[in-house]
């Protein structure tokens, strides 16, 4: 089994950052694609960013900027700074993987965590 899980989320004031983290764990064998996405209230999930294996990434256009993506590979942890924040940024966040597990090789599965909420608001 493969768990995703994020940290980092809170409340913060306008103009303030955090900075979101995402662990994976479990019977791995490679964490290929990572990804962040975020749902706000009475709105549909919508991407936020992604980075692959070997560090190449891209943000939404909307984010740019404010936004970016890392990740570290020897810790299968994917980070969100996110800078600059502002109320509509308000979401709950979560993160994806697409991960090959443990005695699969090539196969991979897609994988969520279960979210982290981030509260823009004075």
């Known amino acids: 089994q493969v768990q995703l899980v994020e940290s980092g989320g809170g409340l913060v004031q306008p103009g303030g950052s955090l900075r979101l983290s995402c662990a994976a764990s479990?019977?791995?064998?490679?964490?290929?694609?990572m990804y962040w996405y975020r749902q706000a209230p009475g709105k549909q999930r919508e991407f936020v960013a992604r980075?692959?294996?070997?560090?190449?990434?891209n943000h939404a256009d909307s984010l740019k900027g404010r936004f970016t993506i890392s990740r570290d590979n020897a810790r299968n942890t994917v980070y969100l700074q996110m800078d600059s924040l502002q109320p509509e940024d308000t979401a709950v966040y979560y993160c994806?993987?697409?991960?090959?597990?443990?005695?699969?090789?090539?196969?991979?599965?897609?994988?969520w965590g279960q979210g982290t909420q981030v509260t823009v608001s004075s």
């Open positions: 479990g019977s791995i064998f490679n964490v290929n694609r």
């Open positions: 980075i692959t294996a070997g560090g190449r990434s």
């Open positions: 994806k993987a697409d991960v090959v597990p443990t005695g699969e090789y090539v196969k991979e599965y897609e994988y």
